[in-house]
């Protein structure tokens, strides 16, 4: 049996000045201002946990990482992801679908090593990890480069 979830993040970026690298899909990406957050703010990671956190119905951000954040000092949020990844008890991740709003960074070029990034951490083929990104034309704070949006869009199947 396959169950879909859906899960969602959005930051916005730091203020001018800043000196937080952007960090998306567990790369970091030169260039950019980096996302506000007490974390990494790895708003792609986010996502993902969101999506597995639909699966599991165990939330991981909030709350449980919180507690790793800001009492263990842990703000790589690859953490986050494993933790609610160690949730999905019997169910196996399948395929991963994200899509980006931002009007920055350009993403196109950065969309490979994010694809590869994501699937060494969900233990996919990078094949079963599918990234689109629109620059929003303007229509939305992400599409005015404010701060950037990610859904997700998982599927695992039962593996026991
Ligand atoms: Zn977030």
Known sequence: MNLTSIGQDSHRFEP???????????IV???CA???GNSDADVVLHSITNA??????????????DDIC????????????????DTLDGYRIV??????EALRPHLARHIPAMRMSIATLLGLETN???????????????????GIQV???????LCK
């Open 52 to 65: 597995v956190s639909g699966i599991s119905c165990v939330n991981i951000l909030g709350k449980v990482s």
């Open 70 to 85: 800001l009492k263990q000092g842990v703000t790589d949020s690859k953490v986050y992801l494993q933790t609610a990844v």
């Open 34 to 36: 980096g996302l506000a």
């Open 95 to 100: 395929h991963v679908s994200i899509t980006i």
């Open 128 to 146: 079963h990890v599918g990234i689109t990104a629109t620059t929003g034309e303007g229509l939305t704070a992400f599409g005015r480069g404010e």
């Open 29 to 31: 990406i030169d260039g």
């Open 151 to 157: 859904f997700t869009i998982l599927t695992v199947e």
């Open 16 to 26: 001018d000045g800043s000196r937080k690298p952007l960090v998306m899909g567990g």
